[in-house]
């Protein structure tokens, strides 16, 4: 901490032990943790002059060594089912997609956890358009930041976010050390105070990172499947050659035996004559056999370029009715957004060369396979 007090600290990613040991650095008490954390994300006070339980003297070296310093729009787009998407430019001029969703009871707010996407999935056009960067947690929350202060301006306050998914751009596995703080911020009751399940991680299959959240988490998870067979997988998700489904399907038990009051969600974007056939139906029933989950059928959103077709309704029906005869719950997920390209898959980055993309992959991979 003694490296990042010495330059201007975002306090906005801190979470509360994190803001514990900056204040304590300044010599003051833990509970100005709390002060902040209150503040910040339920107040959505960023000026240090208006944090009027604050002595003066603080609030002056405050705005020495720390801002508060969210993500700004660079555009907002509003569907005709009530989604709205936001392109928020990060440091450097990077720039991310943030969704929020609204339904009735619920408004469910999908964030990105990367610039871009390093994984190269075939059928998600956030994939294809390459990666450049991790965001880091103080990037991470203030997506739910800004989103949370855009919304009371937008509804007067009717509103809210009452769920997080990490289905954004970037694989949030690849980038634990700054997503953790963000979900202790979630978490918080002083923060913004969500029941841990409703917050989700989606992973297109990190083997390491589903070992590490298999410990403790409280979160809930989500496997992006979308094949019961190597050979089919390979070709939509080019991860599962480093970890093919046998050495996934093993971490998702080690992930549900740590808590027997879990469950996994496998989603499974459902491909025209590729991945939608009655063979592929009894294969999932097969790979899925007698674990606890939920499997989540998904709308294949086109995008331009792809060679994908999505499955018509008729089909993807049968296929949902295919796999509930095991006993598996089996939904079929509503498109949201798709008229501005903010449903799922529809995410844009920003370009790294493929050869860029596979060194960085290759590192991160390898990182998580040494904290594992």
Not at 121 to 128: L, N, P, V
Not at 210 to 232: K, M, N, Y
Not at 329 to 354: M, Y
Request: charged fraction near 20%; proline fraction near 5%.
């Amino acid at each position: 901490m003694s490296e990042t007090i010495s330059q201007v600290t975002n306090l906005l990613g801190l979470d509360r032990h994190q803001l514990e040991a900056f204040f304590a650095e300044l010599g003051e008490k833990p509970f100005r943790a709390r002060q902040l954390l209150q503040w910040i994300h339920q107040r959505g006070v960023v000026d240090f002059a208006q944090m009027t339980d604050l002595s003066a003297a603080l609030r002056n070296r405050l705005a020495d060594v720390a801002v508060v310093e969210a993500p700004r729009s660079i555009k907002e787009s509003c569907s005709k089912d009530g989604t709205i998407k936001w392109l928020l430019t990060e440091r450097g001029g990077s720039a991310v997609e943030t969704v929020f969703i609204p339904e009735t009871g619920r408004g469910t707010l999908c964030i990105s956890s990367q610039v871009g996407c390093m994984l190269n999935c075939t059928f998600c056009s956030t994939a294809t358009q390459g990666f450049k960067r991790n965001l880091s947690s103080d990037e991470i929350i203030g997506q739910v930041w800004f989103a949370s202060q855009r919304l009371a301006e937008l509804t007067a306050g009717e509103a809210r976010i009452t769920n997080v998914v990490f289905m954004g751009m970037g694989e949030p596995l690849l980038n634990l050390g700054a997503v953790q703080p963000a979900l202790s911020i979630l978490r918080d009751d002083l923060a913004y105070g969500l029941a841990a399940r409703k917050v989700t991680i989606s992973t297109a299959g990190v083997v390491p990172g589903i070992d590490q959240l298999a410990i403790g988490t409280e979160f809930a998870l989500a496997v992006s499947l979308h094949a019961p067979t190597d050979d089919l997988r390979e070709r939509l998700v080019p991860l599962n050659r480093k970890y093919p489904l046998s050495d996934l399907m093993a971490a998702c038990k080690r992930y549900l035996a740590h808590d027997e009051r879990r469950s996994i969600t496998f989603e499974y974007t459902m491909i025209n004559g590729l991945n939608d056939q009655p063979a592929q139906a009894r294969g999932l029933r097969q790979l899925l056999d007698g674990m606890p989950c939920k499997v989540n059928l998904i709308p294949f959103n086109p995008f331009p370029g792809t060679p994908f077709e999505p499955s018509d309704d008729a089909t993807m029906y049968e296929f949902q009715m295919a796999v509930r005869r095991a006993g598996i719950v089996t939904t079929i997920r509503k498109t949201r957004g798709d008229d501005i390209a903010a449903a799922c898959g529809q995410l844009v980055g920003e370009l790294l060369s493929p050869s860029e993309r596979r060194r960085i992959v290759q590192a991160q991979l390898a990182a998580q396979a040494l904290g594992a």
